[in-house]
């Protein structure tokens, strides 16, 4: 299939995310682009399973990719990507995208472009469709509704994974590889503010000075302490952590 980007090196990739692209998946509506993967992995005979994280008939998939020849003894490794896109403005997050390619630099004419995380869907895919590329056993994890609350992996169960390593191929710069464990974290300041309602009968929040230099200092405490608890995970910081669903939200007040 010609398209805009077909050439460009490693074709496999680019080839899967064009597709991708021609399939509407903004948060809470990825119904269209799980029936995709999930038809692909059964036409190639791969073990696939998808639960209900998305809705009664759509939700995380997983793929279990098998192993190259002479690497079966390799240990299990989960390669995870989210399925939905952040689509702006909302009035196209119905359309397929119309792809530009400015020079080295590619973006979608009226919307996002999706490419967090369409990127990394189609690497999954690429290991799924191009047997030269040699890997061990993989389990490819897709979920759902990663930008909008990250309901897909909540409800995600663990029983399904039999990997021990897991790559999640999501960050915010090219070249970057962040070493932590799978969750996430949820900050949340308190600052006691006044409400008032001027002559115009326009509401405004009234932060007085203080309160900033207060939301300053209590930056760089927090800031300090989480160091601390990277460098020392036992080491007392002074912060409470709070159990939310799955995962974890820290929470620091700073008045």
């Known amino acids: 299939m010609n398209h805009i980007i077909s050439g460009i090196e490693p074709v496999e990739i680019w080839g899967h995310f064009y597709k991708l692209t021609q399939i509407p998946h903004p948060s809470g509506e990825e119904k269209a682009i799980c029936k995709y993967v999930y038809r692909l992995a059964e036409d190639l ?67 996002t472009l999706g490419a967090d995380n369409g990127i990394a869907v189609a690497m999954a895919l690429s290991l799924m469709t191009n047997p030269d590329i040699v890997h061990g056993p993989l389990e490819l994890l897709f979920t759902t509704n990663e930008e909008a609350g990250m309901t897909g992996v909540r409800m995600l169960s663990d029983r399904i994974l039999a990997g021990i390593f897991l790559i999640n191929i999501d960050t915010q710069e090219e070249g970057l590889l962040t070493v932590a464990s799978a969750g996430a974290n949820r900050s949340i300041f308190r600052l006691p503010v006044e409400n008032a309602i001027p002559s115009e009968a326009h509401a405004v929040a009234l932060i007085r000075p203080g309160d900033l230099v207060r939301l300053r200092e209590a930056l760089q405490k927090w800031e300090k302490a989480l160091r601390q608890s990277l460098a ?24």
Not at 235 to 255: D, I, K, V
């Open 232 to 255: 020392n995970p036992m080491a007392p910081t002074g912060l409470r952590w709070q159990r939310t669903y799955r995962s974890r939200s820290l929470q620091w007040e700073a008045s």
């Open 45 to 111: 005979g791969m073990e696939v399973t998808m639960d209900t994280a998305g809705g009664s008939d759509f939700g995380n998939i997983l793929v279990k990719c098998p192993p190259s020849p002479g690497c079966e003894k390799a240990p299990i490794t989960i390669l995870q990507s989210h399925l939905d896109m952040v689509a702006l403005p909302e009035t196209n997050k119905d359309l397929h995208l119309d792809l530009i390619l400015d020079g080295s630099m590619l973006r979608a004419r009226g919307n």
